[in-house]
């Protein structure tokens, strides 16, 4: 058996720097992701004028309820998809004037659900360029609250965005969804914040939030089920066993639930409160399945998909198209060049196993993170792939391929 320590969750990471900074008090983060994402976060921070410390295994962040200790800042979010929504969203309860922008991958991601949502609620902010899209300026003033109409359906990050502001306004949120994608993120979210004093209610699609802020406390981030999905599926595609400890029944992340699809496929699976356990049994069915609720881990399963008994079919993950890069398009690009027959629509993806994967092939990565670190699983069945850009992985797990490559030599052959 293989004990593998994942990094911090990044999704975790980001909201608990977002509650730190806007709690009464110092907080202190346990165990942080140390990522790119995650260093561009607590540096947009300091840029706001919030301290934040940094000792081996603990961040501290001294609190501000009342927002950003300076009245100007210009903040950099790199390509942090949280730090670019949640960041402005903070900004935006305080006073001064703020200008946010991103790197070009980052800048050409949706945000005009979030910033309309924002202009609805009295906030000055302003498009410098394309609209919806960064770069954007914001001149704060605090904000009062009150309710507010949102479509989530490209980014549950909208919505996450709107409930962590709620406290910081006068009056509170309501805040009316039409539509949700990723949807087990919002009650990451929804915990995280009943972790730091404030208690969310949900009253069938609205969501009520009220004013009063945040307390401090101490906060221990759990590891990356994202990345752990990789290698939970090195277990499953090689016969080996691998044990991720930190992640198990009571969890937070919804993507644990990729270890469910992997024991629909025939992998044996053991969670218990302590860890989560996934070994190959040899046997890796095909099957159509629903990842609308986890899909930062369909490129986890697109790439073992090739070493199925049978088609496996990926349906209802349409937003994954307007992440880092266009990951359906991504995969079946990278799966064809490794000879795999495969089809795509506008929200799915279905791949055909069969053909002999050709070896020594390069994976297009797009300067995403998760598609690098996904066909690393299917380089386990297949000699000799190699990255156009494996250092993107610093993104969300800087170690990843020195972590895999110790992995690989504990698997079977």
Known sequence: MTVVDIPGSKSITARALFLAAAADGVTALRHPLRSDDTEGFAEGLTRLGYRVGRSPDAWQIDGRPQGPAVTEADVYCRDGATTARFLPTLAAAGHGSFRFDASPQMR????????RALRDLGVDLRHEDAEGHHPLRIEASGVEGGEVVLDAGQSSQYLTALLLLGPLTRKGLRIRVTDLVSAPYVEITIAMMRAFGVEVLREDTVYVVPPGGYRATTYEIEPDASTAS??????AVTGGEV?????????LQGDLGFVDVLRRMGAEVESGAHGTRVRGTGELRGLTVNMRDISDTMPTLAAIAPFASGPVRIEDVGNTRVKECDRLEACAENLRRLGVEVAT???WIEITPGATPVTGTEI???GDHRIVMSFAVAGLRVPGISFDDPGCVRKTFPGFHEAFAALRGQLPG
């Open 345 to 347: 629509g506008p929200d």
């Open 364 to 366: 297009k990565s797009y």
């Open 230 to 235: 990789y290698f939970f599926a090195a277990a």
């Open 243 to 251: 044990t991720v400890p930190g992640l198990g029944t009571g969890a």
């Open 108 to 115: 050409r991601r949706p945000l005009l659900p979030l910033t």
